[in-house]
């Protein structure tokens, strides 16, 4: 596969060109150890990292030609300066890749919380009418009938391109994909065009990244305003209604872009109604469109009811039918690591979730509330060399809802654990807790802790299969830990029994 250089030129802000560049190009590369013969390579500004600095590297391996914002001495090859090089790569994978994303349904879901099993729902909606999808985000990339490991939830916007292009080649006809603050800023998200954008909500996260709340809703609030100019498809918002920060952005995109509200909320234009749930489900009505639905899904939780008003609004943007958007919710699948149960052979209940912000975890526990437990025991850590204001707030949201607290690690990355729950421990105020700095022995301490109708929730991980130290990353998944104390338990206690 080839293309002129010219046409890639074309499609995005050039300041300065040699007079003599290669006429084809093979390939596109943003990682110089992935650089091979006839590709530009894009020296990126990273937070750490200068791509210039690697130039060299590219060029060895048989890079052609280098795209950057600023010259590059003695290269080797010509160099293409531009405006914006992250700009400039997302318009040229594009333009490489055939512009798949216009051949395709795309429904993109940006928030802090809800993005996964919302493109989850939205993703099993879509492929019960359109046969074959695709998914992109946290957990997994999905083409058709083929998974993948996910390295990020939004890939750079070359491995985005080739992705959708990839799906278009194996007759995927939508896809559902989580959108990140990162990626929106990074602009990876860039020269996609969507059907429909959700919108589920913004609660304090990732402000080692944006800076302040102010430019993390900026961040998510961009995704919209590229809506605007798309010059293919009109797209559509679909707004979180009871969210403050999804109806600060309704105000600010109502009037420029066609715009579905959804939530509790009695102005929401996908409101639910009769809500109900037990520890195997949620009902209630769906009121849209002048027409009023019961709506039966095996998630449970407010928080998941609002998913499922984000992935019928989307689907239905998408161009699907509602009655049978709303039948296919019936079958949907359990979300890796989202509230999902682990299988305990016990008289108490055990659920693992992703939940790593304070809202997040809030809105956890009072789901595992309503179930009624006689206790209720949760096993929660913080991220090394993230937010630290936040810890704080996890451990006090902790505190207040659950009956019995662990703090614990999670992915302490660089940073010492104990430094970690120094800083949780600051926003405790009562003694309802201890602390364990080996999640192993955290979760043993849990098991070993419950008795007959408690519920134990292990928090912060979710779907993850490792635990990710200062010299990298060790095998860890809560669920099969989990599955391995309880098993080991319940033998201890036959024995016990038998003696």
């Known amino acids: 596969m080839s293309i002129p250089l010219a046409t890639l030129l074309a499609v995005t802000e050039v300041i300065s060109r040699p007079v003599k560049t290669p006429t084809e190009i093979t390939g596109l590369c943003y990682d110089s150890r992935r650089a091979e013969a006839g590709q530009v390579f894009f020296a990126l500004k990273g937070h750490k990292e200068d791509g210039g600095a690697f130039v060299r590297d590219a060029v060895t391996r048989g890079a052609s030609v280098v795209v950057s914002e600023k010259e590059i001495p003695e290269s080797g090859v010509p160099v293409v300066i531009v405006a914006d090089a992250r700009e400039a790569m997302a318009d040229m994978a594009a333009t490489f890749y055939g512009n798949p994303s216009q051949s395709l349904k795309v429904v993109g879901i940006t928030g802090t919380n809800g993005k996964t099993t919302a493109a989850f729902l939205t993703r099993h909606i879509l492929d019960t009418q359109l046969r074959r999808t695709g998914l992109i985000g946290t957990i997994k990339y999905v083409v058709g009938d083929r998974e993948m490991e996910a390295p990020r939830t939004t890939p750079e916007s070359i491995d985005l391109q080739a992705l959708l292009a990839e799906m278009c080649d194996a007759g995927c006809k939508a896809v559902a994909m989580e959108v990140s603050s990162h990626a929106i800023h990074q602009k990876r998200s860039r020269a996609i065009e969507f059907d429909a954008a959700v919108f589920t909500n913004l609660t304090q996260d990732h402000l080692d990244y944006h800076g302040t709340m102010e430019a993390y809703f900026e961040a998510k609030a961009a995704l919209f305003d590229s809506l605007i100019v798309q010059r293919h498809k009109k797209g559509r918002a679909i707004i979180n209604a009871d969210d403050r920060y999804g109806r600060l952005l309704f105000e600010r995109i109502s009037k420029k872009l066609t715009t579905i509200t959804y939530g509790l909320s009695v102005r929401a234009a996908f409101r639910a109604t009769d809500v109900r ?133 999670d992915n302490p990355r660089s940073e010492d654990p104990d430094r970690i729950l120094a800083d949780m421990k600051t926003g405790l105020r009562g003694t309802n807790h201890e602390l364990i700095s080996n999640r192993e022995e955290a979760i043993e301490r849990a098991v070993e802790l419950a008795e007959a109708r408690d519920i134990i929730l292990i928090a912060g991980k979710g779907h993850e299969t490792y635990q990710e130290f200062a010299d990298g990353r060790v095998p860890f998944d809560d669920v099969k830990i989990a599955k391995k104390v309880i098993d080991s338990r319940r033998i201890e206690l036959e024995e016990e029994e038998r003696l």
């Open 277 to 409: 749930f037990d520890s195997h489900g949620s009902t209630f009505h769906l009121a849209a469109r002048g027409r009023t639905y019961l709506v039966r899904f095996p998630l449970i939780g407010a928080f998941n009811i609002s998913n499922a008003l984000a992935a019928l609004a989307a689907s239905f943007a998408a161009g699907t039918e509602l009655r049978a958007a709303v039948a296919a919710l019936a079958s949907a699948p359990q979300v890796p690591g989202r509230l999902e149960r682990v299988p305990a052979r016990r008289n108490f209940q055990v659920f693992v979730d992703y939940a790593h912000t304070d809202d997040a975890l809030r809105n956890v526990l009072r789901t595992l509330r309503e179930l009624n437990p006689a206790r209720l025991i949760v096993v929660v850590g913080c991220g090394g060399d993230r937010d630290r204001t936040k810890r704080p707030l996890m451990a006090a949201a902790s505190e207040e809802l659950a009956d019995w607290c662990i703090f614990t690690s």
